[in-house]
């Protein structure tokens, strides 16, 4: 049976959108970033993980970090044997996927007991001026609003999508990132160099009139200067990590309601003397 749900993505033109960045050198700072950050967490785990999956958009960027990793594409239906894996990485596309649960969902099922899950995704407040400032102006001078940028998930919203998936332990946090961009029309070029352009279903398929974009820019260079600079524009990029494990007997487990030994009022008493 089909999906009642409109799509979210393009996935053609996203595809041909990472393409094009990857031909004309791709802008992979926060690639960088958010893969520093994956290999930090998992160093502090203790243990070595030896049948580790990568799922991505930008193989050539992650694969090289994760050598050992089985890379697969970030398809609506992911490339993974159930069980085969301990650990699995979704890397920097969980946010243009369709059914994100769904995403965890495969992962989860890839994982053997006690296996590891570690997303990261653009979220939270991620390009939140601009987005203000392009729908205040298109608003002011059409009178109306298009799809412009994609919309993030909110890291409390994300961090529940674990338990949704049925992975253990989950966890959610979300490391904050300040961009400088000269103006609009530099941090356009530096999203479609990124590959993250605009690759929404319903995002309209014609230009953005100048006179919008002029009154955008000016808008976001009004209302976001950057601190440093303020001849240049500062833009929020945050990035949300989601860890879970796979569930296993082995993992620590809540104790069932009223069996604990000793009331609170008893260890509030035993505090105060």
Not at 91 to 112: E, F, I, T, Y
Not at 227 to 237: E, G, H, I, K, Y
Request: with cysteine; proline share 8%.
């Amino acid at each position: 049976m089909s999906d009642p749900r409109p799509a979210l993505t393009d996935r053609i033109a996203l595809t041909r959108q990472r393409c094009r960045a990857a031909r004309q050198g791709i802008v992979d700072l926060f690639h960088q970033i958010a893969a520093d950050e994956v290999q930090d967490r998992l160093a502090e785990v203790n243990r070595t993980f030896t049948a580790p999956a990568l799922v991505t958009g930008f193989p050539d960027l992650w694969g090289p970090r994760f050598p050992d990793a089985r890379v697969v594409a970030d398809d609506p239906v992911l490339d993974l044997e159930p069980g085969k894996h301990d650990l699995v990485i979704h890397a920097l596309s969980l946010h243009w996927a369709d059914d994100p649960v769904g995403q965890m969902v495969q992962c989860r099922r890839a994982l053997g007991p006690d296996g590891l899950f570690i997303g990261v995704m653009f979220g939270g407040q991620t390009l939140a001026e601009p987005r203000a400032a392009l729908a205040q102006a298109e608003a002011e001078i059409t009178g109306g609003l298009s799809p412009r940028i994609l919309p993030m998930g909110e890291i409390r919203e994300l961090g529940g999508l674990l338990g949704r998936a049925g992975l253990a332990l989950p966890v959610a946090d979300l490391l904050p990132q300040r961009a400088s961009y000269r103006d609009l029309a530099h941090l356009g070029r530096d999203l479609r160099a990124m590959g993250e352009g605009n690759a929404m279903a319903a995002r309209a398929r014609r230009p953005l009139p100048r006179a919008v974009l002029a009154r955008a820019a000016e808008l976001l260079a009004a209302h976001s200067p950057d601190r440093d600079d303020p001849s240049r524009v500062a833009v929020t990029f945050d990035l949300v990590f989601l860890t879970g494990w796979a569930p296993s007997d082995s993992q620590p487990k809540p104790l069932r309601p009223g069996s604990a030994t000793t009331s609170l009022a008893d260890a509030l008493a035993k505090l105060r003397k």
